[in-house]
């Protein structure tokens, strides 16, 4: 791939991620959004879904990628950004704690265009600890902010006022982060978002505590037992596919390289060579791809799809990201209820979708040409 047809396409893909950004607020979309959809194709149920959490995402993609695309492209980036950024109090916690939620707050709207969920309180989320650190990951904060945020992910961790019923037994004492920051709210463990607290942890320069170095144990457990192949929807409930979780943990690993979890790279890199055997949707081939590619994997294994094959993909039956609407119960008969893809929520994004190409295509084209010049 030459440097102006890689200039050529990773343009074209920052164009159609731009167009999908609502630039004047409709009745469904807030200006500066992305757009995304929640569906149960089994309940015929589709509706789109104003949120913060793919906007962020995007745009958390989108900085990591900044400097390694040609500088063409910045001044666009930093316009979708730009917009994103001023739509980021409409989800801020109402008493301007410095949290955020998946839906408005100002005013609340959980489950909005819909016809049932959005009418009872019982549906309403609380602050959660994923959207929080990704829009700080993004966008930042101040250092008190920071030290806010930290005191609260603390506050809301296993056994400070309640302890995790429903994860492996002999990983769920451990004090690591919840999902959730509402006091009525379970405590949950998912391995996804706690990876995404780490990353802001670790980046927000703060010092470690009780509840990061549990946290870290915790995966180690999960990636040592492999729990996040055999059983993904305990391990993660928000992203309860392996192909998923592994895309966090890659990222983390790349990211942070916390001591404890560079030694395990060999088996996240073992494990996902075999999953690429797998038949597989596109995209969590892409997503396995990318992971190998920031866990070092400098080799091509015969399943491998070339980067530019991935512009022309049909997305159609891809999720990043679901609610389990019965996750919420700690009963047992109701925890096995809760795997039933009938009682999930499924949320896809277009424009996440190119965010995920994009990714894929500029890593891909740095490890090429690290290649070629080695």
Not at 58 to 87: E, Y
Not at 197 to 224: A, M, P, T
Not at 263 to 269: I, K, R, T
Request: charged content about 20%; aromatic content about 12%; hydrophobic content about 40%.
């Amino acid at each position: 791939m030459t440097e102006s047809y890689f200039e050529t396409i990773t343009g074209n893909l920052i164009r159609e991620i731009e167009s999908e950004q609502i630039k004047s607020g409709t009745k469904e979309v807030s200006a500066g959004l992305f757009p995304s959809y929640r569906e149960n194709k089994m309940l015929f149920y589709h509706r789109t879904d104003e949120n913060i959490f793919f906007t962020t995402i995007i745009c958390f993609v989108l900085k990591s990628l900044k400097d390694r695309l040609p500088s063409i492209h910045w001044d666009k980036i930093d316009s979708i950004m730009s917009n994103a950024q001023a739509a980021l109090g409409l989800f801020r916690n109402k008493d301007d704690r410095p949290t955020y939620n998946f839906y408005r707050t100002r005013p609340s709207n959980h489950f909005p265009n819909g016809y049932f969920l959005n009418r009872f309180d019982f549906f309403r989320l609380p602050d959660d600890a994923d959207d929080t650190v990704m829009v700080n990951l993004v966008f930042g904060s101040s250092t008190e902010e920071k030290q806010r945020i930290s005191e609260l992910l603390s506050k809301h961790s296993n056994g400070e006022t309640k302890w995790n019923q429903s994860f492996f037994h002999e990983i769920r004492s451990l004090k690591a982060y919840s999902t959730w920051f509402g006091k009525n709210m379970r405590v949950e463990f998912d391995v996804c978002v706690i990876s995404n607290v780490l990353l802001w942890k670790y980046h927000s320069g703060l010092k470690w505590n009780e509840n990061d170095h549990d946290s870290i144990r915790l995966l180690q457990q999960v990636i040592e037992k492999k729990y996040w192949i055999t059983d993904p929807f305990t391990c993660a409930p928000n992203y309860p596919r392996p192909e998923l979780i592994l895309y966090h943990l890659a990222r983390l690993v790349h990211e942070v390289k916390p001591p404890q979890l560079p030694y395990l790279a060999d088996e996240l890199l073992s494990a996902a060579i075999q999953l690429l055997k797998s038949d597989l949707h596109p995209m969590n081939q892409l997503l396995i791809q990318t992971s190998l590619m920031k866990l070092g994997y400098r080799s091509q294994t015969q399943n491998w799809i070339p980067a530019e094959n991935f512009l022309s993909l049909n997305t159609a039956g891809f999720s990043f990201f679901i609610a389990g609407m019965l996750t919420a119960f700690d009963l047992n008969f109701i925890s096995r209820v809760a795997r039933n893809s009938l009682v999930h929520i499924h949320w896809v994004c277009p424009a996440f979708h190119n965010a995920l190409i994009l990714e894929n295509l500029v890593l891909d084209f740095q490890l090429n040409k690290e290649t070629r010049n080695s």
